[in-house]
């Protein structure tokens, strides 16, 4: 929780741009993260959803192609023993 917040999360994004500090963290150990998305309920699935990939999908094209691609799926592929297609 962030430190004076009610809020269950951090936020990584200043704007519509990761925060330095991410980013950097991001760059440095690119085989600890995993972009997933939290809809368990319907009313997530919604255009929200779209928005939300569409960020993501920003944020990461500012990365390293290699960084981008082990946060996207690679780390998940690796971990789970998900065959690359």
């Given amino acids: 929780m962030a430190p004076g917040s009610r809020q269950p ?7 519509s741009a990761l ?4 980013r950097e963290l991001l ?14 309920w319907p009313e997530n699935w919604s255009h929200a959803y779209v928005e939300h990939a569409q960020f993501w999908r920003s944020a990461l094209a500012g990365l390293p192609v290699d960084v981008a691609r082990a946060i996207a799926h ?5 971990l789970w023993k998900i065959p690359a297609e």
């Fill in 19 to 22: 925060a330095s500090e991410w």
């Fill in 74 to 78: 690679g780390n998940a592929e690796r």
């Fill in 27 to 40: 760059i440095q150990f690119p085989d600890r993260f995993i972009l997933a998305f939290d809809n368990v």
């Fill in 9 to 15: 999360w951090t936020n990584m994004f200043r704007g």
